[in-house]
């Protein structure tokens, strides 16, 4: 890396903080809104980046295993009427239960744009 030429990373290769933000830098994926770009800092780690979780969690209200075909249209509907949302915040969290599925958001957005792959000559 470095003296602006493009890397490449071999497909199973755990990137490094470093190497995450040269990716970043070079568009091969998108992550924001994102506090700063100094791989020593947060919200980089030592081969990730830390996501804030959204204000709004869902939890699925089935006490059974279920079973969807995510081929189906019907799964926005199926979670809607049976699951629970909670609003969290500093006064009023959520604990995380073993075994316990939980739908959330993050505050970022990650994205793997179609012009990386390109870039990369995936097609």
């Known amino acids: 890396m470095g003296g602006g030429s493009a890397w490449t990373a071999p497909a199973d290769m755990i990137l490094s903080n470093v190497q995450i933000v040269e990716a970043l830098k070079e568009g091969l994926f998108e992550i924001g809104p994102l506090e700063g770009s100094d791989p020593t800092q ?14 709004e969690i869902v939890v699925p209200a089935c006490d059974q295993p279920i079973q969807l075909d995510l081929r189906k249209p019907g799964i926005a509907k199926f979670w809607a009427t049976n699951s ?3 609003k969290i915040t500093e006064e009023q969290p959520y604990v995380l239960k073993p075994h316990k ?5 993050t ?9 990386s792959l390109l870039k990369k000559g995936c097609f």
Do not use: G, I
């Not at 599925?101 to 958001?105: G, I, P």
């Not at 505050?107 to 012009?115: I, K, M, Y």
């Open 42 to 55: 947060a919200p980089f780690n030592t081969s990730a980046v830390d996501l804030r979780l959204a204000s």
């Open 84 to 86: 629970k949302r909670y």
């Open 101 to 105: 599925l939980v739908l959330a958001k």
């Open 107 to 115: 505050v970022e957005r990650v994205a793997f744009p179609l012009s």
